[in-house]
């Protein structure tokens, strides 16, 4: 089969297009046809050797939707339509950027009856299911909040804007450019506020009360920022590392953390494990929204499986602006 292989970090030209074997599924996991697959930050800090030295071939990619070719237990059959993500993919197993792939049975959902397009479904998975498993046990049965997305211009963070607007929640969007402004009123925010590294004021006078849940993207570099914003009992759940190392120099409990106020890390690696098993996972419900029309669509792109490289060079070069796809 086709795959991507990198064999050394650098630029997005040390991703070679190479043919290596298919890989098998073993009792615990299946074979997937890949028919398109979402690009993601975290796999061009992979090829860079930002997460982790390259000491043996690499197949990035850490999601795809396609066909299942074979499960040893019968769980899916032949021909089911699937989305996979994470459970080790460009770490411990070959990633998506390659024609098959071979996952843990666990980090497989079922699409079956899912009428969207190939491309529309490849939009879905990383960026949905990070957010549902951040926010999902804070917002997912409390309508009626108000959730602040610093960071929304991102594809996940305007998949957080998306999913908090569909869980009947008042969003509150961060952009650093009035540019975007509109693009984030358009997906469902209810007001944007343009982020200089320091808005909690700004926030305080959009919502006076305090913020219930902020989903932070940039990282570190905002966070404390970002907590000042909080109403007692608020929670920030940081997933991002858009503004640098995910490193407090200092954090002073009682000064830094207000009043009665939480902050939480979420890594999508837990996905697909007993702590967050993705047979819970809403997906083809938001396949099903986004094919009704009931929540907009985030695909920005779709390139060739020849065009992978150009669509890190976008991605690096902070042009993506939304979901960026690859359709073989």
Known sequence: MR????????????????????????ADEVRIKVRAFGLNRAETYRRAGKMGPI?????????????????????FRPGQRVATAMGGLQFTRNGSYAEEVTVLRSNVINLEGVTL?????????????????????????????????????????????????????RVIATTRSTENRAR????GADAVVIDSGE?????????????????????????LDSLRSLKPFGTVVVIGLLGGAPVLENLHLMNDLPNATRLAFFGSGLLGTPALPLTDAPLKWIAEQVASKAMPSLLVKTLTFDELPEAHRLIENNQAQGKLVVRL
């Open 3 to 26: 795959a991507y292989v990198i064999e050394q970090a650098g630029g997005p030209e040390v991703m070679t297009l190479q043919n290596i074997p298919s890989a098998a599924p073993q």
């Open 184 to 187: 984030l009123l358009q997906i």
């Open 117 to 169: 397009s190939w491309e529309e479904l490849a939009a879905l998975p990383e960026s949905y299911l990070t957010v549902w498993g951040a926010l999902g046990r804070l917002i997912d049965t409390t309508p009626g909040q108000t959730v602040l997305v610093r960071g929304a211009t991102s594809s996940v963070g305007q998949a957080a804007v998306v999913y908090a607007k569909a869980r009947g929640q």
């Open 199 to 223: 808005i909690a004021k700004q926030v305080r006078a959009v919502s006076p009360e305090g913020i219930d849940v902020v989903l932070e993207v940039v990282g570190a570099a905002t966070v």
């Open 55 to 75: 000491t043996a071939p690499v197949v990035p990619g850490i999601e795809a939707v396609g066909e299942i070719l074979n499960d040893p237990s019968g769980t």
